[in-house]
């Protein structure tokens, strides 16, 4: 009958050393989850960080593109005024020589 009850006595001891155990593990492997959470955690704010890059260069990018456009419109801008310059030198030119022509004309 002693013989029974240490043999319970260290079922039990041992049952709980086990318990303690598999805890003990639990208890090691929750680090390990919160440590690859906050690692996750990390890596977040850096891709919202590059994303947030991304979108602040496109802005960058159009604004470049408008600016060529504009400097485009310019030259054609100022293309147009020279050939309107050229087009009134030229009629000048054709006015001054009717004028001879008919004052000449009715000189004769």
């Known amino acids: ?7 319970i006595n260290e079922a039990n ?9 598999e805890e003990c593990s639990n208890r ?5 989850n919160q440590s ?14 590059e994303e947030c890059s991304n979108q602040s260069r ?3 990018n159009q604004s ?7 400097q485009t419109l310019s030259n054609q801008t100022e293309e147009c005024s020279n050939q309107s310059r050229t ?11 009717y004028s001879v022509h008919i004052s000449h004309e009715t000189s004769i």
Do not use: V, W
């Open 13 to 21: 001891q041992s049952e709980k050393r086990f318990n303690q155990s």
């Open 36 to 49: 690859e959470e906050c690692s996750n955690r990390s890596r977040t704010p850096a891709n919202q960080s």
């Open 1 to 7: 009958m002693i013989i029974a009850r240490l043999s």
């Open 28 to 32: 090691s492997r929750t680090p390990a």
């Open 58 to 60: 496109t802005p960058t």
């Open 87 to 97: 087009l009134s030198n030229q009629l000048e030119e054709l006015l001054f020589d």
């Open 64 to 70: 470049e593109e408008c600016s060529n456009q504009s």
